[in-house]
């Protein structure tokens, strides 16, 4: 008689670890330790560089842009607020400008929080235009990346752009009410339509209209663009944060009409924290003394 086979029972034990992995615990704890606001207590504020182009040479055949010198003034006056160095330049050469944005991409700015650099000028698809030639966005956002320009990076660096980028008004609409339907959808936007910026951390980019439109401007008043900007800063700058600032702007300006035209701003940012423009603290008198003595 044969002995029947002997059955074994085989219990295996599965243990799910709830303790996480050095490498999850590592980057959190980097994650963690990221700063989320720019330093902006340096000895200085910074450059700020404002190029106004009011005339051009009779061969590019551009009218003449009335209105600028009130738009330099406010962005003088708001940013020498903010405690920003300013240097304006009005109707300059291509070879000049390039010269001066050389010349600040160069310069030592390890005790400087940022850097601004406005034009003021006519415009199209992806440049501006100096007082005999249009010179290349990239060109001059290329100068101040962290490869060329090593002591801004990891520091903000602000281009504004009050200039055309194309010929195609904004049209005013109506918002659907709440139930209604669209009567078609054959029209897609691209949203890749956007001039992207050069790479590299750290860059702000503020345009006054999309891509493709016109912007507007009044002789005696200045641009709409610039003005909604200034008056924000006088009034928000060193409360709120600066991409919302710019967002508050972007409302204002499309709240503006111009004979049944609009416009409308738009920023491409990539800063990797929040900026503050908060007043700096004043030095204590214990080391102004000192350095009167030395």
Do not use: W
Not at 59 to 64: F, I, P, R, T, Y
Not at 148 to 174: D, M, W, Y
Not at 193 to 213: H, K, Q, R, W
């Amino acid at each position: 008689m044969k002995t029947p086979p002997t059955v074994v029972f085989i219990h295996s034990f599965f243990f799910v670890s709830r303790v996480p992995s050095l490498t999850t615990m590592a980057s959190e704890e980097k994650a963690s330790d990221l700063p989320l606001e720019y330093q902006m207590d340096n000895k200085q504020r910074g450059l700020a560089l404002i190029f106004n182009q009011e005339h051009f040479d009779l061969k590019l055949n551009l009218n003449q842009r009335r209105g600028m010198a009130k738009d330099k003034a406010s962005l003088t006056e708001r940013f020498q607020e903010l405690g920003f160095k300013v240097k304006a330049y009005d109707d300059i050469k291509k070879k000049k400008m390039l010269c001066i944005l050389r010349k600040a991409a160069e310069a030592n700015h390890t005790d400087a929080d940022c850097f601004v650099c406005v034009f003021l000028s006519h415009g199209d698809d992806g440049h501006v235009f100096a007082r005999d030639n249009t010179v290349d966005i990239k060109e001059i956002t290329a100068l101040f990346k962290g490869n060329r320009c090593r002591s801004l990076v990891g520091k903000p660096k602000i281009f504004i752009f009050q200039a055309c980028r194309g010929k195609v008004h904004e049209n005013a609409v109506t918002p659907l009410a709440r139930g209604d339907s669209e009567m078609s959808s054959e029209v897609v936007e691209e949203a890749a339509i956007l001039c992207t910026p050069p790479a590299g951390e750290d860059f702000l980019m503020c345009y006054c209209v999309s891509e493709g439109f016109v912007s507007f401007r009044n002789p005696s008043n200045g641009s709409f663009y610039i003005q909604d900007l200034c008056e924000t800063l006088q009034e928000q700058a060193s409360t709120l944060e600066f991409t919302e600032l710019l967002t508050l702007v972007n409302l204002k300006v499309s709240r503006r009409c111009a004979a049944n035209n609009k416009q409308m701003p738009c920023f491409t940012s990539m800063l990797t924290k929040k900026l503050y423009f908060k007043p700096k603290k004043e030095r204590s008198m214990i080391s102004v003394i000192f350095h009167i003595q030395e």
